[in-house]
């Protein structure tokens, strides 16, 4: 069983930056795929970034591609969001989330271990 939670939310002016962790209990973390997912207020929770078990392959969707970058340190069982750039859009409650097997992950329903998110909210 592995336990996420998330830290590192608050508010930030459109241009700002935010890193976003997340603290992993369990010794499955180096062997997960991890992944950020986001959602808006009326919106459904969407992908945001993953990132392989070693950390060398990575994927963003398309609207923060250039200004967020996601790594992990398996050694300290912690995986990162920077969010550099942000925008009044990017303001939603950001979880993250862990995926078993191999082959990074877009969709919610491939991630099996989810924390219980932390709050960003971006001031135009």
């Known amino acids: 069983q592995v336990q996420l939670v998330e830290s590192g939310g608050g508010l930030v002016q459109a241009g700002g930056s935010l890193r976003l962790s997340c603290a992993a209990s369990?010794?499955?973390?180096?062997?997960?795929?991890m992944g950020w997912f986001r959602q808006a207020p009326g919106k459904e929770r969407e992908f945001v970034a993953a990132?392989?078990?070693?950390?060398?392959?990575?994927h963003y969707v398309d609207s923060v591609k250039g200004r967020f970058t996601i790594s992990r340190d398996n050694a300290k069982n912690t995986v990162y969001l920077q969010m550099n750039n942000v925008k009044p859009e990017d303001t939603a409650i950001y979880y993250c989330?862990?995926?078993?097997?191999?082959?990074?992950?877009?969709?919610?329903?491939?991630?099996?271990?989810w924390g219980q998110g932390t709050q960003v909210t971006v001031s135009s």
């Open positions: 989330a862990g995926a078993t097997g191999i082959g990074l992950r877009t969709r919610t329903d491939d991630y099996v271990y």
């Open positions: 369990g010794r499955t973390f180096r062997n997960l795929v």
């Open positions: 990132i392989s078990w070693s950390g060398g392959t990575t």
